[in-house]
């Protein structure tokens, strides 16, 4: 990419992130953001449609980022070893402790739900191996399972940041490992 596009297209996606943080999506002009990033309208079309282009490229560099930084993983499977899953949930709390402003305001009320659900569905990825163990043996528990599993890291990751990360990327693998753990000493 020439280096004027990508200055042009970072200055634009700095500026989006900027009023998001206190405006909605769907209230922030073309004409604010390119006056926010200090370049004119027409460059502003060379580059993008809308908006929501802006949102979604922005969105789609940071999933794309969080998936190279969790590749290493891709062979998980049903004997995962708990030191294995711990640094998979430990390089995922330290991803994002790193990118946690632009991901806070992508998965806040300003932006859309895309952010999350991409999120969920990089999670859902991961999991296909087990996925695909687990549904010969139990479709409708493999689903609620990933949903449980999904749901609950995506929420604690999303709270952890809103909660202004108080707890170290280590501390928060801890806590979740431990909360994983709490469900296998449950008496069936």
């Not at 900027?18 to 079309?45: H, P, Q, W």
């Not at 999350?116 to 087990?130: G, R, T």
């Not at 163990?133 to 449980?148: A, N, P, R, S, V």
């Amino acid at each position: 990419m020439d280096k004027r596009v990508k200055r042009t297209t970072e200055k634009l996606e700095k500026a989006l992130l900027k009023l998001m943080k206190t405006k909605n999506i769907k209230k922030i002009s073309v004409k604010e953001l390119c006056d926010s990033a200090g370049i004119n309208r027409g460059t502003f079309y060379l580059h993008y449609d809308n908006i929501f282009d802006i949102l979604q490229s922005t969105q789609n560099k940071m999933i794309n980022e969080f998936e190279n930084n969790v590749s290493k993983y891709n062979n998980i499977n049903i004997n995962l070893k708990v030191s294995d899953f711990e640094h998979l949930l430990n390089d995922i709390f330290n991803f994002f402790d790193k990118n946690s402003e632009i991901c806070m305001i992508l998965a806040s009320d300003n932006g859309d739900n895309k952010f999350e659900a991409k999120l969920h569905d990089i999670f859902y990825s991961k999991m296909s191996p087990i996925k695909n163990i687990l549904e010969e043996k139990d479709q409708i528990f493999f689903k609620y399972y990933y949903l449980f599993f999904v749901s609950g890291a995506t929420t604690i990751i999303l709270e952890w940041l809103k909660n202004g990360k108080k707890e170290s990327p280590k501390k928060m693998t801890s806590l979740t490992l431990n909360t994983i753990n709490l469900f296998n000493k449950i008496p069936k």
